[in-house]
Nanobody
Framework: QVQLVESGGGLVQAGGSLRLSCAVS????????MGWFRQAPGKAREFVAA????????DYGDSVKGRFTISRDNAKNTVQLQMNSLKPEETAVYYC???????????????WGQGTQVTVSS
């Protein structure tokens, strides 16, 4: 059974930074491409970023390009999301997800964490 656990969420002022982490257990993280998604109340789940199994390929949602960075440490079975210049409208629950291939489509991911709340105050 693959389990994903996110951490690092919290309250930050607009313009600030947070670093989210996702720990994977049950299988080596190198088995999976990893993605980050977010969901605000009343809104659909939104693609944030994805990274290939080896870490050599990354992809970002248009709204976060240039501000967010996804990375992974396969030796530690973790994936991170560095978020800079945060905006109030980015307040949401952030989820990490695992899949055998990279995708921006949340429906294609096999495993999900429970999510971590990020609140950006204005």
């Amino acid at each position: 059974q693959v389990q994903l656990v996110e951490s690092g969420g919290g309250l930050v002022q607009a313009g600030g930074s947070l670093r989210l982490s996702c720990a994977v257990s049950g299988r080596p993280i190198s088995t999976y491409a990893m993605g980050w998604f977010r969901q605000a109340p009343g809104k659909a789940r939104e693609f944030v970023a994805a990274i290939s199994r080896g870490g050599g390929i990354t992809d970002y949602g248009d709204s976060v390009k240039g501000r967010f960075t996804i990375s992974r440490d396969n030796a530690k079975n973790t994936v991170q999301l560095q978020m800079n210049s945060l905006k109030p409208e980015e307040t949401a629950v952030y989820y990490c997800a695992a899949n055998t291939y990279m995708s921006f489509d949340s429906g294609e991911y096999d495993y999900w964490g429970q999510g971590t709340q990020v609140t950006v105050s204005s």
